[in-house]
């Protein structure tokens, strides 16, 4: 895949939070890893906040492990990353930053973090770009403002349709110098991924590798 011109990115180190539910399966790729959730009495996603454990050395000693795998198989150290489901602490963001040229993500933001005040892990909002930006964590974050190809609702969210992502590819072309990002779960097949790209590219948008963005 590298040598067909694919970017690695790191995705975490296991997609987990231990063997518990969060809020999920317990299982890696299913979970948060940098925050706790639960699923509530009507099936929403509800934040709980960052785990006990949180900390710079926590948060380190995770990506240092992430990385060493990388090279336990022979790849190259990626120089960007995505932190699972898009939930971490301030303190997380920050060691990222110390590890990563980038984030290709959306993101949590804290309060306090603007007036330089300890962050408040109890209250916060997400946020994506529509461009690259320097975030208030010191690290350029690049954006993912399209959301995902997702054929069946869940958690009280519908479903989303390559014609949903390319609507909002559409919508996004007010943004000057907007980019239009998205993701996409292999194990669903080319056939929509394929509809998503060629509705994007009919729009006049032309793909490019994330490093171009990251200048």
């Known amino acids: 895949m590298l040598a067909h011109g694919a970017v690695l990115m790191d995705h975490g180190y296991t997609h987990q939070y231990s063997n518990v539910n969060n809020p999920y399966s317990g299982v890696t790729g299913d979970d948060f890893e940098f925050f706790r959730a639960h699923v509530d009495a009507t099936d929403n996603v509800v934040y709980d906040g960052p785990p006990a454990e949180d900390s710079t050395v926590w948060a380190q000693s995770r ?3 992430a990385l060493a795998g ?3 198989a022979g790849l190259p150290k990626p120089a960007l ?3 699972p489901h898009y ?4 303190t997380d963001y920050r060691v990222l930053g110390q ?3 980038a984030r290709l993500e959306r993101s949590l933001y804290f309060a306090g973090t603007l007036s330089g005040a300890p962050a408040d892990a109890g ?3 997400g946020q994506f770009f529509p461009y690259a930006v320097k975030d208030v964590y010191g690290t350029t974050v690049l954006p ?3 959301g995902n190809y997702e054929p069946e609702p869940y958690n009280n969210h519908p479903a989303r349709l390559p014609a949903d992502l390319v609507a909002s590819a559409k919508a996004n072309l007010a943004v000057r110098d907007g980019v239009a990002s998205f993701f996409y779960h292999p194990y669903y097949g080319t056939a929509p991924l394929q509809q998503t790209v060629d509705g994007i590219r009919a729009l006049g948008y032309t793909f490019v590798a994330p ?3 990251n200048q």
């Open 70 to 72: 990388f090279t336990a």
């Open 63 to 65: 990506v240092t492990s």
């Open 123 to 125: 209250r916060y909002i």
């Open 81 to 83: 990353w995505t932190t």
């Open 144 to 146: 993912e403002d399209l």
């Open 211 to 213: 490093a171009d963005l």
């Open 99 to 101: 590890n990563f040229s």
């Open 87 to 90: 939930a971490a602490s301030a």
